[in-house]
Structure formats: structure tokens, C-alpha cells
């Protein structure tokens, strides 16, 4: 009891104490241009947060905004983590799961972990700009954002919470064996000098190849073939825990690549390096598939990455060129084209053409099997450090002098000698698992709202149809002919070619009601030249196979009797619109 | 009622036709209360259809430490023998278990028996309508017109059976076959015929899109929804591999049973009769293709054996279309993969009693019609009947043809033979497995506490220790040889651990320490699907 009493003073406490650091006084801030001046929910974007941090501010937000942002979970990680999706639109106008829609998610790799905090950004911004931004409440109004901050949350977690590089681990937790040997997880990386970061490990060793680098002898650099080495690098922090002359080869760091699960093109893993063991065995990535197969409306989609400052698409393997046709590489490339403008130092690329062929990746399902334009970002780019391009000069190093002259080395771990059980005594020392693929504390939301810029854009090109005419011609006889006609104002068709291919959508709906009798129903092909086809079946709801993005499409009917006519559209990517005459 | 009280009497299960899953999983049940100590029964999941998907383990002690072959009937749901093959091999192997020499078998190897892949789709052939179907109980919209279920089959004849119509069209691309006025086969334009029918199955275009049957309940069929080649958004394919909670069940098991070398499944691919041959291209490429060189080779020594214990010839092609269990199970499963129907209708000989005289035109249907009056079936064909169809106002419509599964499934009667001779051949088929040895010990003092140890771990099996694609998967252990030392012992010369991609059929691999200190060691060797065994060494 006493302890209870305790618990809620404890928590009353906090509760008074959040509040007072939470909302600054209206008159003690000043609005800068483009952010909220004073938010309900008071993040602190230079910082990343765990699972449970996460699921605090999705808590937070739907709590503040309820008629703007509704939380759900769409599912649970392996080790029973939720998978929080924080759904963002104005629940107050229109039917939320027929506005089109746009998916957001991030850190399907678990080290690369800031996907969540832009993603998380986007939510907090729409709702907490709500409020005095007209676009974003027209936005709002016709578009639906369903964003889920991490599906990898408990690697995200492990990330964060256990000894890494910046690299681990890319993968979930389920366990694998990966040498074969029938142990599993024997030889994992071994934090040595306890310290929560697995740098690297050095020996000092006169015919080693290396030396410090005179310009900052933090920094390693290779002797040239003339010259005398001082060290040699042993590798990654750790033992050979197993015996078996091998280091860290078998370790939970990386058991699988959790976007070399999705289901198209998917291939076995002696093909594609990290696949599972079929598509959608990694029950995150079955639960983002679940809930998109049930929101037809989803029109549009984004993953982040990191790093290298790219706006790609796929395909990711070769064999798929001929499954990305012209009319959407055209839509790709004008929203891409933007982004690259949005996001200075990110470069819109094609991932088998420009990277790798990665077979089974999350975008190429998105596209491919569903029809939703999909971009992946990868984020964090070192032309962010000084705003200007990599140099090749490996004197310059600017990891190194951005480390010391804007972090103030805190991002290193200076050398340190150990006595290693197998290598005898060496150092270890390097860079921290936070530097390098995450951003810096404050470049974080500068680079979060850029790309936030790049996806309320994208969301902005999913159709909008309007009934931009209802006409009513006399025919003689009591007949009359109705023409109506459907436009689609943004950039995306209703059916992306892939989708309008393999019918993977129904065809879109244009109903006609009137109180006269419907004789017959046409798609008009060409109005001027009088050219349409007739569907018998089923007149009075016209079945088109695709709106087309800045285009439109005419259907007819001829009635009997007449009088007022109210025209429906339905379309599952394309939302639904209604007008009469 | 003889047939009957002779059963009765013999307290067998003696049934007069196949079993629906009732039947199935009370056998099943059966034997796993019959032989407790070797059948061991456990249901993996349930379909959408609510019908249980089970999983027989066959073996005896450590099951899993055994070298094993998994066994997969109902592949296609059409296919009721494939079932019948899988619970009757379960049946005949048990039985004959008091014989040392299966005994001896269940010590050394343990058989995974998954009796019925499509149960959902099966229980079709026990319905009020009968019809060829391979799709489980998941709703599908086939044609992807956004709309499920909405053009099934339509008994218009009225005989509970769907079977065949046909339109006289002066567009039609079937003719009737010269030997047999019954059978339609297609015309031969090149050979300037004309032809006079249109074929379709039994049915009305119940949605009126110019389509028949296009979309019946009936929705994703196993042997179509593999992860190879899957043929995402075809009709029963799914729209992704995998889709299914049964494909899924079979896949999870699988990926886990590390010991299992070889999967041998019941359905219409085939390269048991004939083998699957090596082609370097198809080989070589990035998402290989076609078998690599030594598991052709291994595919040819086993089709060898399985015409020679099963006497079976004559076996029809069969082309393998993707998404299928038969190349899951080499290329994504990596382990040696077979198939076989089983049975097939036997190539007719013109009966000359009845002045009948051999084909002048081959054609499945023709050869299956004279088979079966040779043999006295009857009522398997419906003869041609004119109907009025609505969707053909004004022309000559008839319904008949063949009865749906007789062309791929034995009258049941003869099933018995066919399971006696698979069961046979899935015996023999384990006597090549892979099975690792440590030979040729030799120990050498090199100094007062310093020993040589030096053995040949070899594979005395007929089989590799793993296919030769099988040694790049992910999720197959690889042929460890180590040593365990113990008290101070320390390995000085030589690795202590060894993985090995494989050990060939009778192939060697020769190894050997340096040890210092005194007692007992041992030397350990082998994988999980070739066995492990161990050896002490006195130092």
C-alpha cells in the first residue's frame, strides 16, 4: 500500500514536472518559419530514441491530436515487441481507408536507425502543424499517412542497448547458425574494454602496413611500398570464442537481411546473401505485408536507410527491367527529381543499375506486387559534414576532422592497449557504432524535415479525381445521353502500369444514379470521334482500368427518363469523389 | 457385404474407395496407436479450410539425429492416390517392422510423412460435386476481376460430376478423334483440318464476361504456391510464394529438419521414370536453373532404381511449371528432390477379339477409354447429350466426356499394388544414403606425452554427405570433424574444428592433431544427414 501511495506521488511528480518543461509560455517564443512554435508534444529531435522511447512518443502524439492521429499495432517482433503504426489524417473529414494513402516505415536494418526518427518526425510535424498550415490541412483532408517509425524493433533495441559497430546488427534476432556447424551465436563480437562500442583492433608490428596518420593520429593510414609500417589491424573487436580459428564468424549480429524477405523475386540465400527461408518468414516484415494487403488505398510508400545521401527504386534484381515500363519510370522520375532538389547531397538512383541486384528487397514487393510507387532513402550522407562532396584525397579525411572540429572527438574512442587471449597485447580503439551511418545530434532534423519535404511531396502526386463534367445530351425519343467525365489532377495514375498489368487492384468504379432508367453504359475512348465500348453488364457502374495521372477518362450512358444525375467514383488508390447535376 | 465381413474378419481397414480426410487422419491416428515406440503423429496446422495438416514421423529413438527422407503426398488435390501413396507407405513400412530388416532400417534412418499437402482441395472428390480441383479453401478472385468466386462450374447435366461441353462452331479448333467418335482432339491446322468444335468445361459464364469457370471456389493450389518460379498473380498461384498457412507449415518444419537428404513427393512431375538431365547453361546461371552435374548424376542412379523396384515404363512426360514441391525441394531446399505420379493409365494394346487396331492419332483420353473397357470399368465416360445453353442461344451444345480424376487416379483397387511397390522403392532408397565412418586410427608417440592422432573420416553411403547445391544453402549443417579434449589435454598441430561442404559417396577425408597431455580424447565426425559418430583415442 505505502508503496502504491509512493508510486502515484512519484508519478504525479513527474507528470507536474514534465508539464512545466513541456509547453514554453505563448509570449516567451517566437515562431521561425516552417516549424511549430509551440507543440503539444515536446520532442527532442537531435537525440534517437529505443523501442520504448518510440512507443512514448506515438503514445504522446495520438494522445494530443486524437482527430488527427490514431496509434495501432500492427503486429509483434519476434521477441513480442509492437510494431506501433501511428495513423495521420483529419479523421473528421471524408472515409479514412478510401483516401489515398502513404506508407511510411523505417529501420528495417537495425543499425540504421534514424529511419525511425524521420519517420516519427513526419508524424509530429503534420499533427503539430496542423493547426496554422492551410496545406497541411488540405493535405490532410484528402490523404492518409500510415507510418510505422521501426519494423525492426527488436534489433533496433539491441542496437542500442548492446556492444556494436555502426554495421550491427543489419539483421532481426532470430537466431541462426551461420558457419554450419550446428552451434548457434558461439562466436559472437566481444566487447573487450566494456565500453558499449566494438571498434577495431590493432598490433603494433614492424613489418606490419600500416602507420598513424601524421595528420591525426587517431586515424590509421596504409604505408606506401617503399616505407615502413608500424601496425597491423587484427580486425573487429573480439575472440575466438569457439576454437575453431575463426573470429566472430558466428554471432547474433547477423543472422539474415530482413529486406531480402519480401515476396517478389524473391530468391534463397546461396543467390541473395541474408534471405530467409521464404518471403515473409520474418514476422515483421509479415505484418507490414498483412496490413498493407488490407489498405488497398496505399498508393505510395517510403523506407528509410542508411546511409550514402540516395533516393532509390528499384528493381533490385536485373531480371526485373522489363517490370518497370516507361509510363511509371516517368512518374519516378519527376517526384525523384524533387527529392533530389529537397534533400541537397542525395542522388536519385536506380538500385540494380547503380548499387547491387538485391533480390526479395522491400521496394520491389511494394511495386511489384502490390503496384504502390516506392522510393527508399538512404539516409545520412558525409557531403552533410561540410557541404560539399567526398574527396578521393585520403588526406583530407573528413570523418576525422569533422569529429574533431564539430563533435569535439566524441565520436572516437581513443586506442587503448589490451591483452587479448589470442593476439597477445594490442589496442582497441575507432570510431563509435553512433558516427558514420547515423546522423549527428544536430543535423538530425534538418535532414528528418528535408526528407519529411520529400514525402509529403510524394503523397501530394497520389491521384485526386474530381468529376470535372456532367453533361446531359437530348437523343430524340425520350433518350438522353449522359457524359461524365473523371480527371486525376496529380502526377500518379490510379494504376501504376505494374498494377494495371496483373490486375492486382479491381478497376475503378463510375457509377451513374438517376431516378431515369440506364439502358446502356460506354467507356468513351475518343469523345471527338465518337469511339467508345459498350459494357453490357451492369450499366450503371462503369468498370475503368485506370485513371491516368494528369489525364482523365469519359464514360457515357444512355437513360431513359432522365432527370437529376448524381455520379460516383470509386476507386481503390484513387480515393472516391461524388458530384451531381 | 462378402467384401465387407471378409474385412471385418481379417480386422484390417479394407476400404472400397479413397480416403477423405476423416479417413485419412483416423489411419493415420491408427498407426501412431499401433506403434508407439516408431509413428509418432503431430499436426502442423490447420488450412483455411479447417482441415489438419499432419506430419508422421517414422524412425525410432533420437529421430532427429537420423538421416532422413521426407515423404509428401497430396501435391495436387486431384491427385488422390498421392495421399494414398504417403499413409499407405506409412501403413506397409509399420507393418513389416517385426522384420529385422526394417527394424534395422527404423535404427538408422527416420522417414517424415506428410500425408496430404491439399486436404481442403481433395475433399472435393467426396462432395456433392464432382470436379477436378486443386485449390484449397482460400477465397481467390482467379481472373482478377475484383470480384471472388463469382464464375464456378455448373452441373448442367445434372450427374453431380463436371465433365466436358461442346459447342459445333465453324470456328471450333476440336475435332473428333478418327479412332474414337467420342473423344475431341484439337485440329490440325497446319495439316490444312478444319475443326468443329469449341471445348470448354461444364459450365455457364455465370458473370457474363465472355469467360467459363474462370473463377470457382477453389483458391490456391500447394504445388503452384512453392517459392520457385512462383507464378505470382496466376490463377492458384497466390500473390506471393509461400501464401499459404499449410505451404508454410511444410516449409517451417522442413527448414528445421536439418537431417532430412532427400524429399521424394506424389504428384504429376516425374523425374523418377526419367531422369532430369544436366545442362551447363541452365547450371551455371546466377538463379540456377537446372541441376548441377553430380546431383544429375545422383537423379539418374536413382530413377535407375526406382524403374527397376517399381517395374513401372511408359511414363508420360511431365513438364514442371514453377512453384512446385519437385524443385523446391532441390533448388531452394537444396536437398535431393524427387517425384513421381505413381501411376498413370498403361499404354493400351488393340484388343483383336474385338477387331480394335491401334491408334492412328495418340491422345490420353482415347487410350484411357479402351485401357478401361479392357479392364471392365465402367461409367467413367457420359456420353455426348445436347442441352439448351443460355450463353448459346441457337447452337448445338452438348455435355459429356470423361469423368474428372480417372485419367490420373488408379480405380482404387489397384492403389494396394502401387503403394507395395513405392514402399519398396522408398526402402531401398534409404539403403544409399550417406553414412559418415572414422577408419584407419593411428596413433604415433612423438615424445612422452606428445601424440600424432591421424584418422580418415569417409562416407560409406551411396549418396553425398549433402548435394553438391545443397553445400551452398544456408540452412544446412556441414560435415563437422573435431576433437574433444579433455582435463589438460591441448590440441598443438592441426585444426580442432573442421567443417567440410561434404564427403562424396565413398569419398575420404583424411585428418590428424598433434595433442599434448595424457588420458582419454575423442575424435567426433559427421552431419545430419549422413549421421555422426564417434571415436575414443588413448593418448
Known amino acids: 500500500?505505502?508503496?502504491?501511495?509512493?508510486?502515484?506521488?512519484?508519478?504525479?511528480?513527474?507528470?507536474?514536472?514534465?508539464?512545466?518543461?513541456?509547453?514554453?509560455?505563448?509570449?516567451?517564443?517566437?515562431?521561425?518559419?516552417?516549424?511549430?512554435?509551440?507543440?503539444?508534444?515536446?520532442?527532442?529531435?537531435?537525440?534517437?530514441?529505443?523501442?520504448?522511447?518510440?512507443?512514448?512518443?506515438?503514445?504522446?502524439?495520438?494522445?494530443?491530436?486524437?482527430?488527427?492521429?490514431?496509434?495501432?499495432?500492427?503486429?509483434?517482433?519476434?521477441?513480442?515487441?509492437?510494431?506501433?503504426?501511428?495513423?495521420?489524417?483529419?479523421?473528421?473529414?471524408?472515409?479514412?481507408?478510401?483516401?489515398?494513402?502513404?506508407?511510411?516505415?523505417?529501420?528495417?536494418?537495425?543499425?540504421?536507425?534514424?529511419?525511425?526518427?524521420?519517420?516519427?518526425?513526419?508524424?509530429?510535424?503534420?499533427?503539430?502543424?496542423?493547426?496554422?498550415?492551410?496545406?497541411?490541412?488540405?493535405?490532410?483532408?484528402?490523404?492518409?499517412?500510415?507510418?510505422?517509425?521501426?519494423?525492426?524493433?527488436?534489433?533496433?533495441?539491441?542496437?542500442?542497448?548492446?556492444?556494436?559497430?555502426?554495421?550491427?546488427?543489419?539483421?532481426?534476432?532470430?537466431?541462426?547458425?551461420?558457419?554450419?556447424?550446428?552451434?548457434?551465436?558461439?562466436?559472437?563480437?566481444?566487447?573487450?574494454?566494456?565500453?558499449?562500442?566494438?571498434?577495431?583492433?590493432?598490433?603494433?608490428?614492424?613489418?606490419?602496413?600500416?602507420?598513424?596518420?601524421?595528420?591525426?593520429?587517431?586515424?590509421?593510414?596504409?604505408?606506401?611500398?617503399?616505407?615502413?609500417?608500424?601496425?597491423?589491424?587484427?580486425?573487429?573487436?573480439?575472440?575466438?570464442?569457439?576454437?575453431?580459428?575463426?573470429?566472430?564468424?558466428?554471432?547474433?549480429?547477423?543472422?539474415?537481411?530482413?529486406?531480402?524477405?519480401?515476396?517478389?523475386?524473391?530468391?534463397?540465400?546461396?543467390?541473395?546473401?541474408?534471405?530467409?527461408?521464404?518471403?515473409?518468414?520474418?514476422?515483421?516484415?509479415?505484418?507490414?505485408m498483412e496490413f498493407v494487403v488490407k489498405h488497398p488505398n496505399i498508393a505510395a510508400a517510403q523506407s528509410f536507410h542508411n546511409s550514402g545521401g540516395m533516393i532509390l527504386r528499384g528493381p533490385g534484381g536485373q531480371e526485373d527491367i522489363g517490370t518497370y515500363n516507361q509510363q511509371d519510370i516517368a512518374v519516378y522520375d519527376a517526384i525523384a527529381k524533387k527529392g533530389e532538389e529537397l534533400i541537397p547531397g542525395y542522388k536519385y538512383l536506380v538500385v540494380y543499375k547503380d548499387l547491387y541486384s538485391a533480390y526479395g528487397g522491400e521496394l520491389d514487393w511494394f511495386y511489384a506486387g502490390r503496384g504502390i510507387y516506392t522510393y527508399s532513402n538512404e539516409l545520412w550522407t558525409p557531403f552533410l559534414m561540410f557541404m560539399k562532396e567526398g574527396s578521393r584525397d585520403p588526406s583530407e579525411n573528413p570523418a576525422f576532422s569533422f569529429d574533431r572540429y564539430l563533435l569535439f572527438q566524441d565520436a572516437f574512442v581513443p586506442w587503448k592497449e589490451y591483452d587479448h587471449p589470442q593476439y597477445g597485447k594490442i589496442e582497441v580503439g575507432g570510431m563509435k557504432k553512433n558516427y558514420g551511418r547515423a546522423h549527428p545530434g544536430f543535423l538530425l532534423e534538418s535532414d528528418a524535415h528535408r526528407n519529411m519535404a520529400f514525402s509529403i511531396y510524394h503523397c501530394f502526386h497520389t491521384p485526386k479525381l474530381e468529376v470535372s463534367e456532367i453533361t446531359e445530351k437530348d437523343l430524340g425519343d425520350g433518350l438522353k445521353e449522359v457524359t461524365a467525365v473523371i480527371t486525376n489532377t496529380r502526377l500518379m495514375p490510379t494504376h501504376s502500369s505494374q498494377d494495371a498489368k496483373n490486375k492486382i487492384e479491381r478497376p475503378d468504379y463510375i457509377s451513374l444514379t438517376t431516378t431515369g432508367k440506364i439502358l446502356s453504359g460506354m467507356h468513351v475512348e475518343n469523345r471527338d470521334l465518337n469511339l467508345s465500348v459498350e459494357q453490357e453488364q451492369n450499366p450503371q457502374t462503369i468498370e475503368v482500368p485506370n485513371i491516368p495521372g494528369l489525364g482523365s477518362v469519359t464514360v457515357k450512358w444512355i437513360v431513359q427518363g432522365g432527370g437529376k444525375y448524381t455520379v460516383s467514383v470509386d476507386s481503390k488508390k484513387g480515393g472516391t469523389v461524388t458530384a451531381s447535376k | 457385404m462378402i467384401t465387407t465381413l471378409l474385412c471385418w474378419i481379417a480386422g484390417t481397414i479394407c476400404a472400397q474407395d479413397y480416403s477423405n480426410a476423416t479417413q485419412q487422419a483416423s489411419r493415420l491416428d491408427a498407426l501412431a496407436k499401433a506403434y508407439p515406440q516408431m509413428a509418432s503423429l503431430k499436426s502442423l496446422t490447420k488450412t483455411n479450410g479447417g482441415k489438419d495438416i499432419?506430419?508422421?514421423?517414422?524412425?525410432?529413438?533420437?529421430?532427429?539425429?537420423?538421416?532422413?527422407?521426407?515423404?509428401?503426398?497430396?501435391?495436387?488435390?486431384?491427385?488422390?492416390?498421392?495421399?494414398?501413396?504417403?499413409?499407405?507407405?506409412?501403413?506397409?513400412?509399420?507393418?513389416?517392422?517385426?522384420?529385422?530388416?526394417?527394424?534395422?532400417?527404423?535404427?538408422?534412418?527416420?522417414?517424415?510423412?506428410?500425408?496430404?499437402?491439399?486436404?481442403?482441395?481433395?475433399?472435393?472428390?467426396?462432395?456433392?460435386?464432382?470436379?477436378?480441383?486443386?485449390?484449397?479453401?482460400?477465397?481467390?478472385?482467379?481472373?482478377?476481376?475484383?470480384?471472388?468466386?463469382?464464375?464456378?462450374?455448373?452441373?448442367?447435366?445434372?450427374?453431380?460430376?463436371?465433365?466436358?461441353?461442346?459447342?459445333?462452331?465453324?470456328?471450333?479448333?476440336?475435332?473428333?478423334?478418327?479412332?474414337?467418335?467420342?473423344?475431341?482432339?484439337?485440329?490440325?491446322?497446319?495439316?490444312?483440318?478444319?475443326?468443329?468444335?469449341?471445348?470448354?468445361?461444364?459450365?455457364?459464364?455465370?458473370?457474363?464476361?465472355?469467360?467459363?469457370?474462370?473463377?470457382?471456389?477453389?483458391?490456391?493450389?500447394?504445388?503452384?504456391?512453392?517459392?520457385?518460379?512462383?507464378?505470382?498473380?496466376?490463377?492458384?498461384?497466390?500473390?506471393?510464394?509461400?501464401?499459404?498457412?499449410?505451404?508454410?507449415?511444410?516449409?517451417?518444419?522442413?527448414?528445421?529438419?536439418?537431417?532430412?537428404?532427400?524429399?521424394?513427393?506424389?504428384?504429376?512431375?516425374?523425374?523418377?521414370?526419367?531422369?532430369?538431365?544436366?545442362?551447363?547453361?541452365?547450371?551455371?546461371?546466377?538463379?540456377?536453373?537446372?541441376?548441377?552435374?553430380?546431383?544429375?548424376?545422383?537423379?539418374?542412379?536413382?530413377?535407375?532404381?526406382?524403374?527397376?523396384?517399381?517395374?513401372?515404363?511408359?511414363?508420360?512426360?511431365?513438364?514442371?511449371?514453377?512453384?512446385?514441391?519437385?524443385s523446391w525441394g532441390y533448388?531452394?531446399?537444396?536437398?535431393?528432390?524427387?517425384?513421381?505420379?505413381?501411376?498413370?493409365?498403361?499404354?493400351?494394346?488393340?484388343?483383336?477379339?474385338?477387331?480394335?487396331?491401334?491408334?492412328?492419332?495418340?491422345?490420353?483420353?482415347?487410350?484411357?477409354?479402351?485401357?478401361?473397357?479392357?479392364?471392365?470399368?465402367?461409367?467413367?465416360?457420359?456420353?455426348?447429350?445436347?442441352?439448351?445453353?443460355?450463353?448459346?442461344?441457337?447452337?448445338?451444345?452438348?455435355?459429356?466426356?470423361?469423368?474428372?480424376?480417372?485419367?490420373?487416379?488408379?480405380?482404387?483397387?489397384?492403389?494396394?499394388?502401387?503403394?507395395?511397390?513405392?514402399?519398396?522403392?522408398?526402402?531401398?532408397?534409404?539403403?544409399?544414403?550417406?553414412?559418415?565412418?572414422?577408419v584407419n586410427l593411428k596413433t604415433e608417440k612423438l615424445a612422452n606425452g606428445l601424440t600424432r592422432i591421424s584418422v580418415d573420416v569417409v562416407n560409406k553411403g551411396g549418396l553425398s554427405t549433402h548435394s553438391k547445391l545443397g553445400e551452398r544453402s544456408y540452412f544446412i549443417k556441414k560435415v563437422k570433424v573435431a576433437v574433444q579434449t579433455s582435463g589438460k589435454q591441448e590440441v598443438v598441430g592441426g585444426r580442432k574444428i573442421n567443417l567440410l561442404n561434404s564427403i562424396e559417396a565413398n569419398g575420404a577425408s583424411s585428418f590428424s592433431w598433434v595433442v599434448k597431455g595424457t588420458g582419454k580424447l575423442v575424435v567426433e565426425a559427421g552431419c545430419p544427414t549422413a549421421g555422426t559418430k564417434t571415436i575414443e583415442v588413448n593418448l
Request: hydrophobic letters at 35%.
Open chain 1, 1 to 288: 500500500m505505502k508503496q502504491f501511495t509512493l508510486k502515484i506521488i512519484a508519478s504525479i511528480l513527474v507528470l507536474a514536472s514534465g508539464m512545466s518543461v513541456q509547453a514554453q509560455l505563448p509570449d516567451q517564443v517566437f515562431k521561425a518559419a516552417g516549424s511549430p512554435v509551440n507543440p503539444k508534444v515536446t520532442v527532442t529531435w537531435n537525440r534517437y530514441y529505443d523501442h520504448a522511447g518510440i512507443s512514448e512518443i506515438c503514445k504522446k502524439i495520438a494522445a494530443a491530436y486524437p482527430e488527427l492521429a490514431k496509434l495501432q499495432s500492427i503486429g509483434k517482433s519476434f521477441e513480442g515487441r509492437d510494431l506501433w503504426c501511428l495513423t495521420i489524417t483529419d479523421f473528421k473529414k471524408g472515409n479514412v481507408d478510401k483516401k489515398p494513402g502513404m506508407y511510411i516505415d523505417g529501420n528495417i536494418h537495425s543499425n540504421e536507425i534514424q529511419g525511425a526518427e524521420f519517420a516519427l518526425y513526419t508524424a509530429w510535424y503534420l499533427t503539430e502543424s496542423f493547426g496554422d498550415t492551410k496545406f497541411i490541412q488540405e493535405l490532410l483532408e484528402d490523404k492518409v499517412f500510415y507510418i510505422v517509425p521501426t519494423i525492426n524493433p527488436d534489433a533496433r533495441d539491441s542496437y542500442m542497448h548492446k556492444p556494436n559497430t555502426a554495421s550491427s546488427p543489419r539483421s532481426g534476432v532470430i537466431p541462426v547458425d551461420n558457419d554450419g556447424d550446428g552451434l548457434v551465436n558461439e562466436d559472437n563480437y566481444d566487447d573487450l574494454n566494456k565500453d558499449g562500442h566494438i571498434t577495431m583492433m590493432r598490433r603494433k608490428n614492424p613489418n606490419g602496413r600500416w602507420k598513424l596518420d601524421p595528420k591525426d593520429p587517431r586515424s590509421m593510414v596504409q604505408v606506401g611500398p617503399d616505407e615502413k609500417g608500424e601496425y597491423e589491424i587484427l580486425g573487429i573487436e573480439g575472440i575466438d570464442n569457439d576454437g575453431d580459428g575463426r573470429v566472430n564468424e558466428d554471432g547474433y549480429t547477423f543472422e539474415y537481411d530482413p529486406n531480402r524477405d519480401w515476396g517478389w523475386g524473391w530468391q534463397p540465400n546461396y543467390i541473395q546473401n541474408g534471405a530467409y527461408k521464404y518471403p515473409f518468414s520474418l514476422p515483421e516484415n509479415r505484418a507490414v
Open chain 2, 54 to 326: 499432419w506430419v508422421l514421423t517414422i524412425g525410432t529413438g533420437k529421430t532427429e539425429t537420423k538421416p532422413a527422407i521426407a515423404v509428401i503426398g497430396g501435391v495436387e488435390g486431384n491427385h488422390l492416390l498421392g495421399a494414398e501413396l504417403a499413409i499407405g507407405f506409412a501403413e506397409q513400412l509399420l507393418k513389416g517392422s517385426n522384420t529385422d530388416s526394417i527394424r534395422a532400417l527404423l535404427n538408422r534412418t527416420t522417414y517424415y510423412v506428410f500425408p496430404n499437402m491439399s486436404p481442403d482441395a481433395m475433399e472435393q472428390y467426396f462432395g456433392k460435386l464432382r470436379y477436378d480441383r486443386t485449390g484449397n479453401a482460400t477465397t481467390t478472385d482467379e481472373d482478377r476481376d475484383g470480384k471472388a468466386d463469382e464464375d464456378g462450374w455448373d452441373d448442367l447435366d445434372g450427374n453431380a460430376k463436371i465433365s466436358f461441353m461442346r459447342v459445333e462452331s465453324v470456328t471450333g479448333d476440336y475435332k473428333v478423334h478418327p479412332d474414337d467418335a467420342r473423344v475431341l482432339v484439337k485440329a490440325d491446322i497446319s495439316k490444312g483440318e478444319k475443326g468443329k468444335y469449341k471445348l470448354f468445361s461444364e459450365g455457364a459464364d455465370n458473370d457474363k464476361d465472355g469467360q467459363f469457370n474462370e473463377d470457382a471456389e477453389g483458391g490456391i493450389a500447394f504445388n503452384k504456391n512453392l517459392t520457385y518460379i512462383h507464378k505470382t498473380f496466376a490463377a492458384g498461384a497466390g500473390d506471393y510464394p509461400a501464401s499459404e498457412k499449410e505451404t508454410r507449415a511444410l516449409l517451417d518444419f522442413l527448414y528445421d529438419a536439418f537431417n532430412v537428404y532427400a524429399v521424394v513427393s506424389f504428384g504429376s512431375n516425374n523425374n523418377l521414370s526419367t531422369p532430369l538431365t544436366y545442362n551447363p547453361q541452365a547450371a551455371a546461371q546466377r538463379i540456377v536453373a537446372g541441376l548441377l552435374e553430380p546431383d544429375a548424376k545422383v537423379n539418374g542412379m536413382v530413377s535407375e532404381l526406382y524403374n527397376k523396384v517399381t517395374g513401372t515404363k511408359d511414363a508420360p512426360r511431365s513438364n514442371v511449371t514453377g512453384g512446385d514441391v519437385l
Open chain 2, 331 to 438: 533448388f531452394h531446399y537444396g536437398r535431393y528432390s524427387f517425384s513421381t505420379p505413381g501411376w498413370w493409365v498403361p499404354k493400351t494394346k488393340p484388343d483383336t477379339t474385338k477387331k480394335e487396331k491401334a491408334f492412328t492419332l495418340e491422345d490420353p483420353t482415347a487410350n484411357y477409354l479402351r485401357w478401361a473397357s479392357q479392364q471392365g470399368i465402367a461409367n467413367t465416360f457420359t456420353e455426348w447429350k445436347t442441352i439448351q445453353h443460355p450463353d448459346f442461344p441457337g447452337q448445338k451444345v452438348e455435355v459429356g466426356g470423361v469423368d474428372p480424376y480417372v485419367l490420373n487416379n488408379p480405380p482404387y483397387k489397384m492403389a494396394d499394388d502401387v503403394v507395395k511397390k513405392h514402399t519398396a522403392f522408398l526402402v531401398k532408397l534409404a539403403s544409399h544414403q550417406a553414412e559418415i565412418d572414422i
